[in-house]
């Protein structure tokens, strides 16, 4: 599969802060690629700075072998954190102000809502929805114009089980019409579920990449039991090593 997106040294603090450490790797075109890592590892510094909203200290980025211009980014449509929606006007008046917003045509704002699941509920004011349907509204703007490739950070922080469930199964669905897809997780579970392809990040550094099956099979994994996921997940930033926890069988997983 050729390359849609190549990302070569790319750098970046805040102040004294590494938030990014010469990061290189390449997104397959109509893959499912995963930027995995702990809170704070870099993975939205990363996705801002491929859709033009940070910029780096050094470092490039491409998109098809040619730099990103205005005419890429109709290709690309991005989800970094959920967009201001009106309450009070409806799914459907919310998306026709974000196809004004970002100069792009009313035409397909039913496919959009049809995608996403939210069509019947298009008259519905935004404040009826719950925290998943708000996301799939989030998901359908990014989607307008039809982009190649969708952007989204971290699209199931916050929702319950059923909407989880909701976001991965509209992913994969996206794929499979042929739509690249990045996607910042700080879950292996996630990406290990709804992803072709994966990055992992630690601290501003790329640990590895490359496709899912391999990646993850050549982890060297120690079983840990009788612990709290969440209290690992806190510590993993201090174990200099440890890439992932993960719960399997009962037991936790470390990945070094
Ligand atoms: P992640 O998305 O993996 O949680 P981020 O890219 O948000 O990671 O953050 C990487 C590091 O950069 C963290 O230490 C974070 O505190 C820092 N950081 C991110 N954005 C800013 C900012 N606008 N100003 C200062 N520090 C930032």
Redesign the pocket.
Known sequence: MPSIVTISGLT?F??T?H??DNVSFEVPQGSVFGIL????????????IITDVVKANAGSFTFLDLPFSADMRKQVGVLLETPNFYHYLSAERNLQITAAIKGRGENDIDTVLKKVNLYERKSSKFSTFSLGMKQRLAIAAALLGNPNVLIL??PTNGLDPVGIAEIRNLITLLASEGKTIIM?S?LLDEVEKVCTHVAI?KK?KLLTAGHVDEVLANEDIVEVSAADLAQLETIVNTLPELKQVKRQNGNLQLFY
């Open positions: 970046k805040y102040g802060i938030a990014l890592g702990p809170n704070g590892s870099g993975k939205t510094t990363l996705l801002g950070d971290e910042a700080h990040m501003g």
